[in-house]
C-alpha cells in the first residue's frame, strides 16, 4: 500500500488553494443579485452545499427572458421547495405605459407580489436606454413612475435599480477595461451605446437617477452593479456619503474595482 503524501511533498500553489477552497466552504456566503430564471433547482442547491444561507433572485423586463410571469413563477417553486434560504425581488413592464390605468394596474401587480413574499422592485436599463414614449427616452425619473417609488417607501421595501451601465458602454470594444463588459457589448450590440451616440449619454443616466433619489429622500434603494459608478471608488464613496441609507450591490462589475 502506498504511503500518503505528507503535506511537505504537497506542491505550495496546491495547498494554498485547497487552504482557499476550505475557507471558502466554511464561511456563511449571501449573494443578493442572482437571476433564477429557472425550474430547475441544481444552481441553487449547489449555493446550499458551498454555504450560501441566503440568495435574492431578481426579476427583470429583460426582452430575451422569459416573461416577468415566468421568473416569477419559477422564483415561487423553488421558494416553496427551499424555503427562506431564497428571497425574491419582483419588477414591472411598461407594456401599456400610454393607457390611462397604467399606474393603477402596475400597483395592483407590485402589491401582489408584495403579499407573495416580495422584499422589493427593481427597476431595470429599459428605463433610460430603451424604451421610448413619444419620440423621447422615458428615464428613471420620470413623473409617472413616482407614485410607483411612493408606494415603495410605504411599504417599505427597497428599490434595487440597474440605471444605465458601466461606464465601458460607452468606450470601443477595443478599449473596454474588463473582459465581461468587452463580452457583454459584443454579443449584445443593441446596449453597446458607443454605437448609439443618440441615445442619453452615461452622464445623463447617472443624473436621472440622482434627481430621482432628490424626489423621494426616504426611499430605500440599492444601486445595482456598484450603481454604474463602478469606474471610480472615490466617487462612489462619496456618492454613498452623501447618501447614508442608500447601498449598492457587488454583482456582475466587482472586477472593475
Known amino acids: 500500500m502506498a504511503a500518503s503524501a505528507s503535506p511537505d511533498d504537497v ?3 496546491v495547498r494554498e488553494e485547497e487552504d482557499s477552497m476550505a475557507k471558502y466552504l466554511r464561511m456563511a456566503k449571501i449573494d443578493m443579485h442572482i437571476h433564477a430564471n429557472t425550474p ?8 446550499q452545499e458551498d454555504n450560501f444561507v441566503r440568495l435574492m433572485s431578481m426579476n427583470a423586463p429583460v426582452p430575451f427572458w422569459k416573461s416577468i410571469g ?10 416553496a421547495r427551499h424555503g427562506a434560504a431564497l428571497g425574491v425581488v419582483s419588477t414591472f413592464s ?10 393603477d394596474r402596475t400597483l395592483e401587480h407590485l402589491k401582489a407580489t408584495f403579499r407573495a413574499g416580495a422584499l422589493g422592485v427593481k427597476i431595470w436599463k429599459n428605463l433610460g436606454m430603451e424604451f421610448i414614449h413619444e419620440g423621447k427616452f422615458v428615464m428613471p425619473d ?40 468587452r463580452d457583454y457589448f459584443r454579443d449584445h450590440p ?17 443624473a436621472a437617477r ?20 463602478e469606474w471610480s471608488t472615490d466617487i462612489l464613496g462619496k456618492w454613498l456619503g452623501d447618501h447614508p441609507h442608500l447601498c449598492v450591490d457587488l454583482s456582475d462589475p466587482a472586477g472593475a474595482v
Open 11 to 13: 506542491p505550495r500553489a
Open 40 to 47: 430547475d433547482p441544481t444552481f441553487l442547491e449547489q449555493a
Open 70 to 79: 415566468a421568473q416569477w413563477d419559477y422564483v415561487a417553486d423553488l421558494r
Open 94 to 103: 411598461v407594456e401599456g405605459w400610454s393607457e390611462p390605468n397604467w399606474v
Open 142 to 181: 420620470d413623473p409617472k413612475l413616482d407614485p410607483i417609488y411612493d408606494y415603495v417607501e410605504r411599504e417599505g421595501k427597497t428599490l434595487v435599480a440597474h440605471c444605465g451601465e458601466p461606464r465601458n458602454c460607452w468606450l470601443p470594444l477595443c478599449e473596454m477595461t474588463t473582459n465581461n463588459d
Open 190 to 206: 443593441e446596449y453597446h451605446m458607443h454605437l448609439h451616440p443618440d441615445y442619453p449619454a452615461y452622464e445623463e443616466q447617472i
Open 210 to 229: 440622482d434627481r430621482m433619489l432628490a424626489k423621494h429622500p426616504g426611499l430605500r434603494f440599492c444601486g445595482a452593479h456598484l450603481a454604474s459608478l
